[in-house]
């Protein structure tokens, strides 16, 4: 899974005997992060996740860190029975060479006080580095397929090579090309693709690229993503403000998709509120026309479903109608009609 895509790893040896299990250590999907070797200078990021497993309210009330180059933070400190957050970690390899291990106390007072120990891990170097030092592909709408890349840069060993590049997640593809190789440097594209099929929500995952370097088998290079929807609606409300009985009013709204797209069907209209679409035209963006007649008194709310060719749940999109109807001086509020019938599911699709 890409969401929070972490390497689980065996825990540092200790003489000591393992401590028993707390509620707390049940709350957290993993306590360590190991992020390899990492260029000096860099920070590396990643996100504990806590769920509340337990029937009762949690609270966290203290993160402090064993070492000023670790800084970490709950994103949120009360959890409902069900809710989660995240303990977010930043090591700053700038103050330090070579391995080193960092200890994250995390601190409940509710139900009852109990302390869970996380660690962070990393070997700070000199001889490579990773401009930039993530694969961020920014914010990307689904349905398409970006590339981010990065230089790996080898220094002082014109005998580095890259053996495999992979990723912790199918949804990224990762290859390597080596650009330039001299005496004292070698240079490496490594190039990320996203699956235009990956999933909507912020994504986190790492590229390992591995070597024949016997003191750096393989080094870490994170991957950050923010996928959203294949379509947009813009507004997602369309206010009419305040109309009188048999006024009418009028606004535009613009859908836009991550490829050329058709309006197949507009559901949830009738005969006061129309939607006018660009029937027939596959393109990126649409403008439509809403327009209400005021045919009663009270307050309207409806949601408009569009229905578009692109395949899936990619292709559905829905938006918001609201207006307020007042009678006109001397007219008598018209009855309320019968609210229409609520339009059929969509058939489901064909996943075969």
């Known amino acids: 899974m890409l969401r929070y895509c972490l390497v689980l790893l065996v825990g540092l040896g200790s003489a000591a005997p393992a401590r028993a299990a707390t509620w707390a250590d049940t709350l957290f999907d993993e306590m360590n992060k190991d992020f390899g070797s990492t260029p000096r200078g860099t920070t590396q990021v990643h996100h504990f996740r806590v769920v509340n497993k337990t029937p009762n309210p949690v609270n966290i009330s203290n993160v402090r860190v064993s070492c000023g180059c670790v800084t970490a933070s709950a994103l949120k400190n009360a959890l409902a029975p069900g809710e989660e957050t995240a303990i977010h970690v930043r090591m700053d390899t700038s103050p330090f060479t070579g391995p080193r291990t960092v200890t994250i106390f995390v601190q409940f007072d509710r139900p009852n006080s109990e302390e869970v120990r996380l660690w962070v891990r ?58 330039r190789r001299a005496e004292h440097e070698v240079v490496y594209e490594l190039t990320a693709t996203l699956r ?55 606004r535009r709204i613009i859908v836009r998709g991550a490829r050329p797209f058709r309006i197949v069907q507009v559901l949830g209209t009738d005969k006061a509120l129309t939607v006018r679409t660009t029937a027939g035209a596959s ?61 059929a599911p969509p058939a489901p699709a064909d996943r075969r």
């Open 196 to 250: 235009n099929d990956t999933p909507v929500g912020k994504w986190y995952t790492d590229v390992w690229v591995r070597t024949n370097l016997a003191d750096l088998s393989q080094l870490r290079v994170p991957v950050t993503v923010e996928v959203q929807s294949a379509l947009s609606v813009s507004p997602e409300t369309v206010a009419l403000g305040g109309l009188k009985l048999n006024g009418e009013a009028e």
């Open 122 to 179: 990393a070997n700070s170097r000199q001889d490579f580095a990773v401009s930039p030092d993530t694969l961020a592909f920014g914010s990307v709408r689904r349905g398409v397929a970006p590339t981010s890349t990065t230089t790996v840069t080898f220094h002082g060993n014109g005998l580095a090579r890259i053996l495999e590049v992979r990723s912790e997640s199918n949804y990224v593809k990762p290859s390597i090309k080596e650009v």
């Open 283 to 343: 393109k990126e963006l649409h403008i439509l026309t809403v327009k209400y007649r005021a045919d009663r008194v009270g307050e309207l709310s409806r949601v408009i479903k569009l229905r578009t060719d692109l395949p899936g749940e990619d292709g559905q999109i829905d938006f918001g109608v609201s207006a307020s109807v007042a009678a006109g001086e001397g007219e008598a509020p018209a009855p309320a009609p019968a609210p229409p019938a609520p339009p």
